[in-house]
Structure formats: structure tokens, C-alpha cells
């Protein structure tokens, strides 16, 4: 008998235990979850903070008063409210093309070939393997200039773009493979606006983009250049220099596919 007390006092122990840490568990949750989000219950908690997080527009490094004041300098005509309004457009065109798998439209007056047939490329590679990328009630918040980078005769403006939406992909068959339909995400895109010869006599796209002589061929190095400094050519004459957008692009890349 004896040896049947031993053994039940042991387990009746180890429950006791168990229940008293299971309890010490329970309250530091509890005590962690009060802190943290004000409730009791820690997924509720935890859920509704979530829930916030896919609400609260991220925010955006603004450059625009230091670069401005550059860029007026080196372009007394630049409109920058314009331009701030077309960035936007594009940057919606782009959710928009993507997601039907149509170009049609696009703003493709403001943005170079480079720009169109890269979203082209995305809609093919989305349709050779089954599948459709959607950007759904995208929602700008903030649009602010981030960088102003000049290299020789290319110049570039860099908009930092806030956005709201619902983001992701679906195989053939509907199922959801990438990002959350009923998650909100808050993230960031890059649109860049390009200073450039005229886009449709160019023959070359893409990084890099510059200025060359129409008589040798020769890169034109710098940024008000009116010689050739090869051949003696006249190039502000003979060139047209104009603003087009370039690239889009996420910044943190996370819920998408392209």
C-alpha cells in the first residue's frame, strides 16, 4: 500500500506544480499583455495592435527643402508641384497596370520606354506562371523629394511615395500565395525623374541614362555642356532635354512579387 502512496504523492506534486506555473505563466502574460497593449488578452491585443499598424501611414524622409532650392538653381523652370502631382500618377498607373495586366492606362507621355517595358515585363513573367498581382485601394499619404542625384549630364530626382493598400498575389486557381487580402500595408515606393534627351530618338534605356553628341556619338559629361568635346558639335541646339520618369520601385520590398 505503501508503495502505491509514494508514486500518487509525486504526481499529485508535479500537478500541483504544473498548475502553479501554468498560473505564474498566465499572470506574467497577463501583466505583459496590460503593459503592452492595455487588455488582458494577449492575441487581442496583439491582433489590435496589428490592426493599427496596417492602418498608421509610414513615414517619409523628406529631402525636398534641402535638394529644392539645388535643382531650382540648376533648373529655374522646374515646377516642382507638377511634377510631385505626375509622380503620383504614375505611381498609380503602375498599381493600376499591373494589376489588370494592361498598360492602356498608363501616363506614357511622362515616362520613358524603359519604365513601359519594364511593367510589361512583370505582367508577362505574372502570366507565364499563372499568376495575378494585385495592388487594391492604394491610398497616397505622403510624397516628398529624397534624393537629388547628378552623374556628368544624367540627373535624377528621386521621390519617397507613403502608401496605403491591400497587396497580393493569386495562383490560377485564386489562391492567395503572396501578401494578406484583408491585411492593409503601409509601405514605402521610390519614383524617379529622369532629365534626358529627347526619349524618342534615344536608342538606349535604363541605368545610366545620359546625353550623347548626335554627330560622333560621344557621351556628353556634363550638365549644360554646349560643345562636344570630341568632335566640337553643338549639342543645345540640336537636343532636346526633357523630364520623364524612369523607374518605380518598393523600398522594403515585402508583400510583393515584382
Known amino acids: 500500500m505503501e508503495g502505491f502512496i509514494i508514486p500518487l504523492a509525486i504526481i499529485a506534486g508535479l500537478l500541483l506544480t504544473i498548475v502553479g506555473t501554468g498560473f505564474f505563466i498566465k499572470h506574467k502574460i497577463t501583466k505583459i499583455s496590460r503593459e503592452a497593449f492595455g487588455t488582458d488578452s494577449f492575441m487581442e491585443g496583439y491582433k489590435e495592435q496589428k490592426r493599427k499598424l496596417s492602418e ?71 502570366a507565364a506562371n499563372g499568376q495575378k498581382q494585385f495592388f487594391i485601394e492604394p491610398v497616397i499619404h505622403a510624397c516628398e523629394i529624397g534624393r537629388y542625384l547628378k552623374d556628368g549630364a544624367t540627373v535624377t530626382i528621386r521621390f519617397n511615395i507613403a502608401v496605403g493598400l491591400y497587396s497580393y498575389v493569386e495562383d490560377e486557381n485564386g489562391k492567395v500565395i503572396n501578401g494578406e487580402k484583408d491585411e492593409k500595408l503601409q509601405t514605402l515606393y521610390e519614383v524617379d525623374l529622369v532629365y534626358l534627351q529627347d526619349a524618342d530618338k534615344m536608342g538606349v534605356y535604363g541605368e545610366g541614362l545620359g546625353l550623347n553628341c548626335p554627330n560622333c556619338g560621344a557621351p556628353i559629361k556634363n550638365l549644360g555642356q554646349k560643345f562636344c568635346l570630341y568632335c566640337g558639335t553643338g549639342v543645345v541646339e540640336v537636343n532636346t532635354r526633357v523630364w520623364k520618369f524612369n523607374a518605380v520601385r518598393e523600398q522594403t520590398k515585402r508583400r510583393t512579387a515584382y
Do not use: C, W
Open 56 to 126: 498608421t501611414p509610414r513615414s517619409v524622409q523628406s529631402m525636398t527643402g534641402i535638394y529644392l532650392p539645388e535643382i531650382h538653381k540648376d533648373f529655374p523652370d522646374f515646377d516642382y508641384d507638377e511634377f510631385k502631382t505626375k509622380a503620383k500618377a504614375v505611381l498609380m498607373g503602375y498599381f493600376n497596370a499591373v494589376s489588370t495586366g494592361t498598360t492602356e492606362t498608363l501616363p506614357k507621355k511622362d515616362m520613358t520606354l524603359s519604365l513601359i517595358n519594364h511593367i510589361l515585363e512583370i505582367n508577362e513573367a505574372l
